[in-house]
């Protein structure tokens, strides 16, 4: 089993920034991509960022630009930084990490919110 802890989030102003980190324990080996996803009301949630065992990205387009992710593949964690934050990226965002099986698992969730 995987665990996933998350911190940062918060409320920002429309412009700003926030960062998101993201550490995995447990049977961690067996992970071979993490990211996040995130879930607005109303709406069914959504990739965000994730980044492989090996280094390789990929962004939802409404945040390329504006949102990087980075990993550390020894330590089992992940940020996610960002940037130019509109009130549309306002969601409650969830760390995942997939394993070699194809099982996903979750973090809790932390909000973020942008007011305008």
């Known amino acids: 089993q995987v665990q996933l802890v998350e911190s940062g989030g918060g409320l920002v102003q429309a412009g700003g920034s926030l960062r998101l980190s993201c550490a995995a324990s447990g049977s961690t080996f067996s992970i071979i991509r993490m990211g996040w996803y995130r879930q607005a009301p109303g709406k069914q949630r959504e990739l965000v960022a994730v980044i492989t065992n090996i280094g390789s990205t990929s962004y939802l387009d409404s945040v390329k630009g504006r949102f990087t992710i980075s990993g550390d593949n020894a330590k089992k964690t992940v940020s996610l930084q960002m940037n130019s934050l509109k009130p549309e990226d306002t969601a409650i965002y969830y760390c995942?990490?997939?394993?070699?099986?194809?099982?996903?698992?979750w973090g809790q969730g932390t909000q973020v919110t942008v007011s305008s």
């Open positions: 995942n990490a997939r394993s070699r099986s194809y099982i996903d698992h």
